[in-house]
């Protein structure tokens, strides 16, 4: 069975940086095609896309967010991070990671809400 | 970026009824197009691939097409369920792109 969780620090200032970690199990990231993607819903609004790594260790961003975005993996391939630098209240969403497995984004996590407040 | 224009954003139908929502591509995405429901609170779900592949275990009643630029998804018989907000995502090219979502209501 996939499953997917996110986890992250619920509230932060704005400033900080923003640090998520997807944790999951069923699946190995070191599988080829496997990509894990991040994300994010603003409350009542649509889907952005923000970042994927791959099986292959390389990494995709959203152009419009890329210079604040970092994503990463854990050498076990049971973890992905995202780092967002320099939050604001903007960046108030509930973040979700999901796997991309032969070419369809099949299995997401239940999100993480993060807010940016003062 | 690919731009996904959904429509419409919102639908108000009756059970048992048919719906189609749509999502017109900024450029040709050649099939890589799915289709999420989502329910309040909850994360996205899978229900097509490749425009019209139904994802296992969705009901039937719900079918995708098209092809190019348009792509449409289509819900039969409409059930109590199906009250939701559905999204299209483009799987093409990075970064992915979303439509806006269309809030199905049941009357």
């Known amino acids: 069975q996939v499953t997917l969780k996110e986890s992250g620090p619920g509230m932060l200032q704005p400033s900080k940086t923003l640090s998520l970690t997807c944790s999951f199990s069923?699946?190995?990231?070191?599988?080829?095609?496997?990509?894990v993607s991040w994300i994010r819903q603003p409350s009542g609004k649509s889907l952005e896309w923000l970042a994927a790594i791959d099986w292959d260790g390389d990494k995709y961003y959203n152009p419009s967010l890329k210079s604040r975005l970092t994503v990463s993996k854990d050498t076990s391939n049971t973890q992905v991070f995202l780092k967002i630098t320099s939050v604001d209240i903007a960046d108030t969403a509930t973040y979700y990671c999901a796997r991309r497995r032969l070419g369809v984004m099949d299995a997401w996590g239940q999100g993480a809400s993060v807010t940016v407040s003062s | 970026d690919i731009q996904m224009t959904q429509s419409p954003a919102s639908l108000s139908a009756s059970l048992g009824e048919t719906v189609s929502i749509e999502c017109l591509a900024s450029e040709d995405i050649y099939n890589n197009l799915a289709w999420y429901q989502q329910k309040p609170g909850k994360s996205p779900q899978l229900l097509i691939y490749y425009a019209s592949s139904l994802q296992d275990g969705v009901p039937s009643r719900f079918s995708g097409s098209g092809s190019g630029t348009q792509y449409s998804l289509k819900i039969n018989s409409l059930e109590s369920e199906d009250a939701a907000t559905y999204f299209c995502l483009q799987d093409s090219e990075y970064p992915r792109t979303f439509g806006g979502g269309t809030k199905l209501e049941l009357k």
């Open positions: 069923g699946f190995s990231l070191s599988t080829s095609g496997m990509v």
